[in-house]
């Protein structure tokens, strides 16, 4: 079996993975998942939905995450390319509040690994994107929460190119900034089963 190459970030547990990408003349050919490979990486979860969203640029989705029926999220761009993020929301973790993020594009084909105990969000840098990710748990609405996108004590650089800012929907308008959030709201660390 090839093995997968996996870059360890700043935040425990958030790592971003370079599939091998076979190309000729015809295009090209990669596995997206595979779970031998992605266990033996260090992703030893099961994944149990699959999520694809198209989004035009300057699109900011996040930041989101849930408390009951948490999610980790492998995240890969099909189309376009995102600034993706990941924010730690582990009480305890020496990385607490701190957030890391890489360019995840059609071209580069990068995937991020995103555990259970962070908050999840990206913005669209080209002209649009189809973001697809799998996740460890299902969708469970009673139990989603967001974080402020420009949490100022958080300070994620969002690339938007627009004067009027990102694009944003009423619920991430209005999230909630980390000092906000109720203990009740976050993770413990280490986050059991992760």
């Known amino acids: 079996m090839s093995a997968l190459s996996v870059q360890k970030t700043k935040l425990d547990g958030l790592v971003v993975v370079q ?9 090209f050919f990669l596995e997206t998942y595979h779970r031998d490979k992605y266990a033996e990486a260090g992703i ?13 640029k300057d699109i900011l989705r996040g930041l989101h995450y849930q408390i009951e029926r948490p999610q980790g999220k492998l995240v890969s761009v099909v189309q376009g ?24 594009s059609d071209e580069n084909r990068y995937q991020l690994y995103v555990p259970v ?24 609405p009673a139990g989603e929460r967001s974080l402020r996108w420009d949490d100022p004590d958080i300070g994620i650089p969002w690339p938007v ?13 209005e999230a909630p900034l980390l000092s906000q959030i109720p203990e009740a709201d976050l993770f413990s660390y280490p986050v059991a089963g992760t």
């Open 19 to 27: 599939p091998t990408v076979h190309g000729d003349a015809r295009g």
């Open 44 to 56: 030893d979860v099961t994944f149990v939905q699959d999520n694809l969203s198209r989004s035009s």
């Open 81 to 104: 390319a995102i600034f993706d993020v990941a924010v730690d929301l582990r009480k305890g973790s020496p990385t607490f509040g701190q957030w890391d993020g890489v360019v995840l």
């Open 117 to 140: 105990g962070f908050a999840h969000g990206f913005c669209v840098i080209s002209d649009t994107a189809e973001v697809t990710y799998k996740c460890t748990d299902l969708y469970h």
């Open 161 to 173: 190119t627009g004067d009027d800012g990102p694009v944003l929907s009423d619920k991430d308008r």
